[in-house]
């Protein structure tokens, strides 16, 4: 059973740019979480969404983020005209629908770099 | 509000001491509470998770952890640490919703 998949796992844009970050969650998982981790500090939550539905998106940025978790396909965290203090680990999360199961599986990180 | 305080933001032990790393938290109810470990460059692995039942949880690698109401802590601990454990380790509350985590404690192991 393959774990959550990111991609890329490293990206580079400059000022102005988009970026969009990849999410496969694990097999069998229908929750997708995005967190963002800036150097030396922890991560910190930022939206939550299963199939088609945002859930909670009270940690995203107002302005130039939005992700989606379509039907088909992996989950997408859409950044538009970066910036530098958007350079950061993206990290992505899933967990099953299961009673009593929360627990947060985490993927390798999208490392942003904005030039 | 919910919060995740881990005090210590850097410790260093010898190989095959024994190691306590502290989180304390702040929830209106018992939370969940989770303990991730993080290598430089890398994502998160999970180590041990609470939601209920035993207080003494046991994880992958030897540690184990500690739920403790009355002092708002879940405390990890290992008994004698390797060179391979030197990383980043977080302590997270939370549910189906957030993960809210801590600052993270970064484990150095002296030869």
């Known amino acids: 059973n393959a774990g959550v998949m990111q991609n890329p796992r490293h990206l580079v844009r400059r000022r102005g740019q988009e970026a969009r970050l990849r999410c496969s969650p694990m097999?069998?998982?229908?929750?997708v979480y995005w967190y963002r981790q800036l150097p030396e500090e922890g991560l910190k939550f930022m939206v939550y969404?299963?199939?088609?539905?945002?859930?909670?998106e009270s940690g995203m940025p107002k302005e130039r983020f939005s992700a989606e978790f379509p039907k088909e396909g992996p989950s997408i965290l859409r950044i538009q005209q970066v910036v530098r203090g958007d350079s950061a680990a993206y990290f992505c999360?899933?967990?099953?629908?299961?009673?009593?199961?929360?627990?947060?599986?985490f993927g390798p990180g999208t490392r942003l770099t904005v030039l | 509000a919910q919060s995740v305080t881990q005090p210590d933001i850097h410790i260093t032990v010898s190989e095959g001491a024994s190691l306590e790393l502290r989180c304390n938290y702040s929830?209106?109810?018992?939370?969940?509470l989770f303990w991730y470990v993080q290598s430089p460059g890398q994502g998160l692995q999970l180590l041990l998770k609470y939601f209920s039942g035993d207080t003494l949880v046991q994880g992958i690698k030897g540690f184990e952890a500690e739920f403790k109401r009355s002092q708002s802590s879940f405390n990890l601990r290992k008994p004698s640490v390797h060179w391979s454990d030197a990383a980043e380790y977080f302590c997270?509350?939370?549910?189906?919703?957030?993960?809210?985590f801590g600052s993270g404690t970064r484990l150095q192991v002296q030869p």
């Open positions: 997270a509350g939370g549910g189906r919703r957030a993960l809210t």
């Open positions: 969404l299963q199939k088609e539905n945002i859930i909670d």
């Open positions: 097999k069998g998982h229908s929750h």
């Open positions: 999360a899933s967990s099953p629908l299961l009673a009593g199961e929360d627990t947060q599986y």
């Open positions: 929830y209106g109810a018992t939370p969940y």
